[in-house]
Nanobody, 120 residues
Framework: VQLQASGGGLVQAGGSLRLSCAAS????????MGWFRQAPGKEREFVAVISWSGGSTYTDSVKGRFTISRDNAKNTVHLQMNSLKPEDTAVYYCAANRWGGSLRGTYDYWGQGTQVTVSS
């Protein structure tokens, strides 16, 4: 199983980034896909999750700014991040599980993370 996250970078506040996660080695369409993030000195926190059929849930701090999507034909999941704020600075991880939800302990597979830095 491999999850490869990409698309991070340095952006000014108010800008946008689109993260991608390419999955392989398991039945992608049978799994929920989530995004988590971890800022320096903080615990890894839930950002968003999407079901195989496209239903999604977001943490309150990103609602209206971030959009999670998936392409089951290409085994990829994306996180479109708009109106970025300095507090969004973190390493972003994609993850997969069979049940969805926001608890990181329930996720079976994890990507390596991609750094997002938002300057003020």
């Amino acid at each position: 199983v491999q999850l490869q996250a990409s698309g991070g970078g340095l952006v000014q506040a108010g800008g946008s980034l689109r993260l991608s996660c390419a999955a392989s080695g398991y039945t992608f369409g049978s799994y929920y896909m989530g995004w988590f993030r971890q800022a320096p000195g903080k615990e890894r926190e839930f950002v968003a999750v999407i079901s195989w059929s496209g239903g999604s849930t977001y943490t309150d701090s990103v609602k209206g700014r971030f959009t999670i999507s998936r392409d089951n034909a290409k085994n990829t999941v994306h996180l479109q991040m708009n109106s970025l704020k300095p507090e969004d600075t973190a390493v972003y991880y994609c993850a997969a599980n069979r049940w969805g939800g926001s608890l990181r302990g329930t996720y079976d597979y994890w990507g390596q993370g991609t750094q997002v830095t938002v300057s003020s």
